[in-house]
């Protein structure tokens, strides 16, 4: 059964950091693109950082370059979001998702499963 679970999320001061966690069951990373998207109130979901399957390259939003790293630990099947300088408008809710089998971060590809998410709220 494929499963994504995101973790450590919280309340943080503007300019503080947060790593979130993506844990993966029922299927392996290294076939698996993960990418993190993010929908604050009112808002569009965005995409916000995405990690190849095969080479591990990365891709970010530009809203998000230079401040937020995306990794991952094949070994314990999770992917991590590291995010530094927190604005307040990275508030959100932070899910992770995948589009499949050997599907990469590069193409707009739909994504075929999804994590609950996880509440980031940056304050002032």
């Known amino acids: 059964q494929v499963q994504l679970v995101e973790s450590g999320g919280g309340l943080v001061q503007s300019g503080g950091s947060l790593r979130l966690s993506c844990a993966v069951s029922?299927?392996?990373?290294?076939?698996?693109?993960i990418k993190w998207f993010r929908q604050a109130p009112g808002k569009e979901r965005e995409g916000v950082s995405c990690?190849?399957?095969?080479?591990?390259?990365?891709l970010y939003a530009d809203s998000v370059k230079g401040r937020f790293t995306i990794s991952r630990d094949n070994t314990k099947n999770t992917v991590y979001l590291q995010m530094n300088n927190l604005k307040l408008e990275d508030t959100a809710v932070y899910y992770c998702?995948?589009?499949?089998?050997?599907?990469?971060?590069?193409?707009?590809?739909?994504?075929?499963?999804w994590g609950k998410g996880t509440l980031v709220t940056v304050s002032s």
């Open positions: 990690i190849n399957n095969r080479d591990g390259t990365t």
């Open positions: 029922g299927f392996t990373l290294d076939y698996y693109a």
């Open positions: 998702a995948t589009p499949g089998f050997l599907k990469g971060c590069g193409a707009n590809y739909a994504m075929d499963y």
